[in-house]
């Protein structure tokens, strides 16, 4: 029996991989969008633009943070935190929220976050890329952008949620009879 179910999830899986690659060919089909060169604050409040952060690569990883207020993104940021070096081999990474660079500094320390983190706090830049639907409602997702000829573009981006292709937790959880047995993302993991 068990033989004849791993079969039917070796076809479904498949199945996902075939439909992940139909995803993949209509995101290489989309318009570049045009991103402004925002100023954004490092944790000293000091001006980054945004173009400084590709250095001599041409391809830049933005994820969208909702900020200190949200579990879920902690939980997000708490993974990337472990794939950082790969992460910036690749291309250079950058987490960006709406919290002061006062806020993030003391959270991203007590996280012990070791990727580069920029406050877009004052900034449009949230809202301008979607990830601000509401005024001080924020949406949590990632940003692909590029630079060609000196000009900055988005050629895709995606949000975040429980079970996505971003966060490995709830697929490892889902290997389970209870998968996340109504698991919610914490602050604080020593003390249940």
Same mark, same amino acid.
């Given at each position: 029996?068990?033989?004849? +179910?791993?079969?039917?999830?070796?076809? +479904?899986? @498949? =199945?996902? =991989?075939?439909?992940?690659? @139909?995803?993949?060919?209509?995101?290489?089909?989309? =318009?570049?969008?045009?991103?402004?060169?925002?100023?954004?604050?490092?944790?000293?409040?000091?001006?980054?633009?945004?173009?400084?952060?590709?250095?001599?690569?041409?391809?830049? $990883?933005?994820?969208?943070?909702? /900020?200190?207020?949200?579990?879920?993104?902690? !939980?997000?940021?708490?993974?990337?935190?472990?794939?950082? !070096?790969?992460?910036?081999?690749?291309?250079?990474?950058?987490?960006?929220?709406?919290?002061?660079? =006062?806020?993030?500094?003391?959270?991203?320390?007590?996280?012990?976050?070791?990727?580069? $983190? !920029?406050?877009?706090?004052?900034?449009?830049?949230?809202?301008?890329?979607?990830?601000?639907?509401?005024?001080?409602?924020?949406?949590?997702?990632?940003?692909?952008? +590029?630079?060609?000829?000196?000009? +900055?573009?988005?050629?895709?981006?995606?949000?975040? /949620?429980?079970?996505?292709?971003?966060?490995?937790?709830?697929?490892?959880?889902?290997?389970?009879?209870? @998968?996340?047995?109504?698991? @919610?993302?914490?602050?604080?993991?020593?003390?249940?």
């Amino acid at each position: 029996m068990n033989e004849t +179910i791993y079969e039917q999830i070796s076809a +479904i899986q @498949k =199945e996902i =991989e075939y439909s992940r690659s @139909k995803i993949l060919e209509l995101r290489s089909k989309l =318009e570049l969008e045009p991103v402004s060169n925002y100023v954004l604050k490092d944790w000293e409040g000091k001006d980054v633009l945004l173009s400084s952060l590709f250095d001599e690569r041409d391809e830049l $990883m933005v994820i969208h943070n909702m /900020g200190k207020r949200c579990a879920y993104c902690t !939980l997000w940021a708490d993974v990337f935190n472990g794939s950082v !070096l790969p992460l910036n081999d690749r291309m250079p990474f950058v987490v960006i929220s709406p919290d002061s660079p =006062e806020v993030q500094k003391e959270f991203a320390q007590s996280r012990g976050w070791k990727f580069k $983190m !920029l406050s877009a706090h004052g900034s449009t830049f949230i809202k301008d890329l979607g990830f601000e639907p509401k005024p001080n409602s924020y949406w949590p997702g990632v940003s692909a952008l +590029i630079r060609k000829e000196e000009k +900055i573009f988005r050629a895709s981006y995606d949000f975040f /949620g429980p079970g996505d292709f971003y966060c490995s937790p709830w697929h490892l959880f889902d290997l389970f009879p209870k @998968k996340s047995n109504d698991w @919610k993302p914490k602050f604080d993991y020593n003390n249940p």
